[in-house]
């Protein structure tokens, strides 16, 4: 739960467990295969996808391709599409 008011979301959490049978798993690191990364002092929160990167490059055999600056021209990159 997110929220300013932390006695606020304690009493709604307190309410949720009362009725339903739930548990409070900390602060969150992922998000439906997204990684959050939180810094409070900054008061930033980063959003990566570099396990669905990962997968998607491994979809298309490109594990081992080096990391290259963006945005790249379409002609530095060699791979085709499946026609599925």
């Known amino acids: 739960m997110i929220g300013q008011d932390t006695q ?3 009493l709604l959490k307190e309410a949720l467990r009362n009725k339903y049978k739930v548990r409070d798993l900390g602060l ?4 439906l295969g997204i990684r959050i990364i ?25 594990d081992d391709y080096a ?3 963006t945005p790249i021209h379409p002609s530095a990159v060699d791979f085709k ?3 599925d």
């Open 8 to 10: 606020i979301i304690e």
């Open 38 to 62: 939180r810094n409070r002092q900054a008061r930033l929160i980063r959003l990566v996808q570099d396990a669905y990167i990962r997968k998607i490059l491994h979809t298309f055999y490109m």
């Open 67 to 69: 990391p290259a600056s």
């Open 28 to 31: 969150i690191a992922y998000y």
């Open 81 to 83: 599409l499946r026609e």
